[in-house]
């Protein structure tokens, strides 16, 4: 395999966006997700449009051991992974304390837990090789605290600070870490979160348009990428000028369902 990349939450939405994307330019791909027949299906169709090499690994990351496994996988069939997407990710709507323990766990182990370990596992041999580019899916909830989605967007805070450090602490290495950072997008997402009529996702972005923003960010060896001015403009000069209950107050009418 050449110019590999694993992408994990590749069955659907932004992640199988990006691997279109990336399989476009020719690079070979390792699918991680849970649904295998969607994995199958689109390694169907890239190897068949664009005569690359993609390998699914199903896993459900959110499990004990499932990195490891991932990793483990990925070493039978390749010694190096250029590129690593650390895509997968949910949320759920709801006041923290109504909302199922089991499910809030669950998001902090996939959003946070996976993607660091993954990171973790994968960094090194990159330094060796003096080359690598890891792309992480945090969110414009990442810049700000989230009445009525409060976990989720904790995790993207997380998520948003991490990637930015460790850019900090790779450079010279010749890795790179970029962290994606949109708004609403049109994905699984919003059911998967329980989302109908929260004002914020009336006017949800393509997943396409994201992805290749995101990809091309990465390329470049960005630090963060945006999918509208507008959202890089409002979180990074004018969110941080507010007072703080305003910006809840504004924040929390944005996650109100109508
Ligand atoms: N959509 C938005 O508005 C938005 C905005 C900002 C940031 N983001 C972030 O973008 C990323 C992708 O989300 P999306 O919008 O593309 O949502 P999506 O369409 O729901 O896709 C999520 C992906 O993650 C995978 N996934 C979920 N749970 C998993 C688990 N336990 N183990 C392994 N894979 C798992 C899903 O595949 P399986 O179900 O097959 O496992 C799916 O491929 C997430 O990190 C999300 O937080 C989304």
Known sequence: MKNVALITGASGGIGRELAKVHAAAGGDLILVARRAHELENLKHELETAHGITAVCVPADLTEFGAVHHVIEQCRQVTDSIDILINNAGFGGHGKFYERDWAKEASMIRLNIMALTELTHLVVPTMIKAGRGQILNLGSTAG???????????????????????????????????????????????????????????????????????????????????????????????VVPLLPRKLVLFISRKSMEKA
């Open 143 to 237: 810049f700000l605290p989230g009445p009525m989605m409060a976990n989720y967007y904790a995790t993207k805070a997380y998520v948003n600070s991490f990637s930015q450090a460790i850019a900090e602490e790779l450079k010279g290495t010749g890795v790179t870490v970029t962290v994606l950072c949109p708004g609403p997008v049109e994905t699984g997402f919003g059911a998967e979160a329980n989302l109908d009529g929260v004002e914020a996702f009336k006017h949800a972005t393509n997943a396409n348009h994201v992805a290749k923003i995101g990809y091309d960010a990465m390329r470049r060896g960005k630090l963060l990428a945006f999918d509208s001015w507008k959202f890089a403009f409002l979180l990074g000069w």
